[in-house]
């Protein structure tokens, strides 16, 4: 069993940064792709950004290309999304997740395990 816990949230104005981080409890956190997605009021959820077990791989969804980064300290067991230059539409509950599979995807079928989310408020 995996847990994730999300940190960092909060309310910011647009053109500003956040630093997301997501907690793993699991030995073996090497072994895991993680991604973040994100879910607005009334939509779906969706894809922001994938990165592989090592870090060598990652991905990102085209709204968020440029100005996100994701990124993974192994040892601590915790994965990051780094957000600039935010905009209003970027505000949604974001939730990181883990894949049992060493590389990336976009699929959220695909992820097995779920943090609780944290809040993002971009204001304009």
């Known amino acids: 069993q995996v847990q994730l816990v999300e940190s960092g949230g909060g309310l910011v104005q647009a053109g500003g940064s956040l630093r997301l981080s997501c907690a793993a409890s699991?030995?073996?956190?090497?072994?895991?792709?993680m991604g973040w997605f994100r879910q607005a009021p009334g939509k779906e959820r969706d894809f922001v950004a994938t990165i592989s077990w090592g870090g060598g791989s990652t991905y990102y969804a085209d709204s968020v290309k440029g100005r996100f980064t994701i990124s993974r300290d192994n040892a601590k067991n915790t994965v990051f999304l780094q957000m600039n230059f935010l905009k209003p539409e970027d505000t949604a509950v974001y939730y990181c997740?883990?894949?049992?599979?060493?590389?990336?995807?976009?699929?959220?079928?695909?992820?097995?395990?779920w943090g609780q989310g944290t809040q993002v408020t971009v204001s304009s």
């Open positions: 997740a883990a894949r049992v599979s060493p590389g990336t995807s976009s699929r959220k079928y695909e992820y097995a395990y």
């Open positions: 699991v030995r073996t956190f090497s072994t895991y792709a």
